[in-house]
């Protein structure tokens, strides 16, 4: 069977040829339960860009996922409305804006006991925490969320960064610092989430790995209990 590297070269996406999270990261952590990976959901479909021969195209990574789990539907989500994407067997799009917490929870309860759910979308700190808090409660037990491209924590803080990208607010306790202190104390801290979202994290999270790949290239998986 195609790793998620190899099935990657048909879908080119940054996840391989840039990040190498499918090498590193992901094909470690799916590779034990590709078989029984029935539900999926990715938060971001994609940008149109040429990477030197690479042809990226919104929904690549839709397809990797597809091809890779061959027994799951896939869902992904954006702000954009797509039309025009071809081969979408077993891929649905829909539209979300993740930056409003209101639709995010909404949407959130349309999602029932989900195997996987990644966030590639806008990478904003808010936007990534919000839909983290509302969507971990779609997973089921033993479920993964992946919480991708992390150093947007870390830019947030760097003026001409975060003013470059709209990574969001300085100051705020980031979605990674957020993952660190879990690691080591157990407990959830944010600055955008009430008592009530962070004692359902504390309370549901089994585990939190983070990737260190590169500067720009920092991921997690986090399992459900």
Same mark, same amino acid.
């Given at each position: 069977?195609?790793?998620?590297?190899?099935?990657?070269?048909?879908?080119?996406?940054?996840?391989?040829?840039?990040?190498?999270?499918?090498?590193?990261?992901?094909?470690?952590?799916?590779?034990?339960?590709?078989?029984?990976?029935?539900?999926?959901?990715?938060?971001?479909?994609?940008?149109?860009?040429?990477?030197?021969?690479?042809?990226?195209?919104?929904?690549?990574?839709?397809?990797?996922?597809?091809? %890779?789990? @061959?027994?799951? #539907?896939? !869902?992904?989500?954006?702000?954009?409305?797509?039309?025009? *994407?071809? /081969?979408?067997?077993?891929?649905?799009?829909?539209?979300?804006?993740?930056?409003?917490?209101?639709?995010?929870?909404?949407?959130?309860?349309?999602?029932?006991?989900?195997?996987?759910?990644?966030?590639?979308?806008?990478?904003?700190?808010?936007?990534?925490?919000?839909?983290?808090?509302?969507?971990?409660?779609?997973?089921?037990?033993?479920?993964?969320?992946?919480?991708?491209?992390?150093?947007?924590?870390?830019?947030?803080?760097?003026?001409?960064?975060?003013?470059?990208?709209?990574?969001?607010?300085?100051? %705020?306790? @980031?979605?990674? #610092?957020? !993952?660190?202190?879990?690691?080591?104390?157990?407990?959830? *801290?944010? /600055?955008?989430?009430?008592?009530?979202?962070?004692?359902?994290?504390?309370?549901?999270?089994?585990?939190?790995?983070?990737?260190?790949?590169?500067?720009?290239?920092?991921?997690?998986?986090?399992?459900?209990?």
């Amino acid at each position: 069977m195609e790793t998620l590297s190899q099935i990657s070269k048909k879908y080119p996406t940054d996840k391989d040829f840039e990040h190498k999270y499918y090498e590193n990261v992901y094909e470690p952590a799916f590779s034990p339960i590709r078989e029984n990976v029935k539900k999926l959901c990715e938060v971001g479909v994609g940008l149109t860009y040429d990477w030197g021969e690479l042809k990226i195209r919104p929904g690549n990574s839709l397809k990797v996922w597809r091809d %890779y789990f @061959t027994n799951a #539907e896939i !869902l992904g989500l954006d702000i954009v409305k797509f039309e025009n *994407i071809d /081969d979408l067997n077993r891929i649905t799009i829909d539209w979300l804006d993740q930056s409003k917490k209101d639709l995010v929870e909404e949407y959130s309860k349309k999602l029932v006991d989900y195997d996987v759910i990644i966030d590639d979308g806008s990478h904003n700190v808010y936007d990534q925490t919000i839909t983290f808090s509302s969507f971990f409660k779609s997973l089921k037990s033993g479920g993964i969320y992946v919480l991708e491209d992390l150093h947007s924590s870390i830019e947030v803080n760097i003026p001409e960064k975060t003013k470059i990208w709209g990574w969001g607010e300085p100051g %705020y306790i @980031t979605p990674l #610092e957020m !993952l660190e202190h879990f690691q080591k104390n157990g407990k959830i *801290i944010n /600055d955008y989430l009430d008592e009530e979202e962070m004692n359902y994290l504390e309370q549901n999270i089994k585990s939190v790995e983070i990737f260190k790949l590169k500067n720009t290239s920092i991921t997690s998986i986090i399992i459900k209990k």
